[in-house]
T-cell receptor
Framework: KAGVTQTPRYLIKTRGQQVTLSCSPI?????VSWYQQTPGQGLQFLFE???????NKGNFPGRFSGRQFSNSRSEMNVSTLELGDSALYLC???????????FGPGTRLTVT | AQSVTQLGSHVSVSEGALVLLRCNYS??????LFWYVQYPNQGLQLLLK??????LVKGINGFEAEFKKSETSFHLTKPSAHMSDAAEYFC???????????FGKGTMLLVSP
């Protein structure tokens, strides 16, 4: 089986812009979670989607949003980018019979 | 609320020495516990998990961890370190029935020849 894929791998954006990141889960996995990783805050949970519905949400401002499509692919969007949004954004997918989360390689976002 | 504490942001060992990475958790319900490894510029790879079966869990690459409820600990060990083990290691906890992971701050393992 192919693993979790994330596109793009690297992004450079300017403060105030918006960005959309994409995640394709492992085939058959219906749950997709997003995490933000920064040197200062570590790994923080953003949100989780299951069958196109947001099931859990972390403590992030409304500028961070996401969605999931019928094929389980997920996107996350960050509007009005701030310098502090520079981070590695990781996506993980989970199968229905396991609590194991399988992570993609991440998207490195740099906001200048 | 759940939390995870990893003692030591950096741990240095010599090749062939014992690896011990410490993890303590706080959870209001019996948790699921995980160890992940992250190599530079890569995502997280699952090393092993505890989901209430055997308290001694064996994972990939020779790593194992023991769940000790009385000590609320889930320390990661490997008898003999290899240079290829140099990476950052994360301990994580989740409530049963939910897939949200709460991570520790991570421990960077440095292996010297």
């Amino acid at each position: 089986k192919a693993g979790v894929t994330q596109t793009p791998r690297y992004l450079i954006k300017t403060r105030g812009q918006q960005v959309t990141l994409s995640c394709s889960p492992i085939s058959g996995h219906r749950s997709v979670s997003w995490y933000q990783q920064t040197p200062g805050q570590g790994l923080q949970f953003l949100f989780e989607y299951f069958s196109e519905t947001q099931r859990n949400k972390g403590n992030f401002p409304g500028r961070f949003s996401g969605r999931q499509f019928s094929n389980s692919r997920s996107e996350m969007n960050v509007s009005t980018l701030e310098l502090g949004d520079s981070a590695l954004y990781l996506c993980a997918s989970t199968g229905t019979e396991s609590y194991e989360q399988y992570f993609g390689p991440g998207t490195r976002l740099t906001v200048t | 609320a759940q939390s995870v504490t990893q003692l030591g942001s950096h741990v240095s060992v010599s090749e062939g020495a014992l690896v011990l990475l410490r993890c303590n958790y706080s959870s209001s319900v019996p948790p699921y516990l995980f160890w992940y490894v992250q190599y530079p510029n890569q995502g997280l790879q699952l090393l092993l998990k505890y989901t209430s079966a055997a308290t001694l869990v064996k994972g990939i690459n020779g790593f194992e961890a023991e769940f000790k409820k009385s000590e609320t600990s889930f320390h990661l060990t490997k008898p003999s370190a290899h240079m290829s083990d140099a990476a950052e290691y994360f301990c994580a906890v989740s409530d049963r029935g939910y897939s949200t992971l709460t991570f520790g701050k991570g421990t960077m393992l440095l292996v010297s020849p």
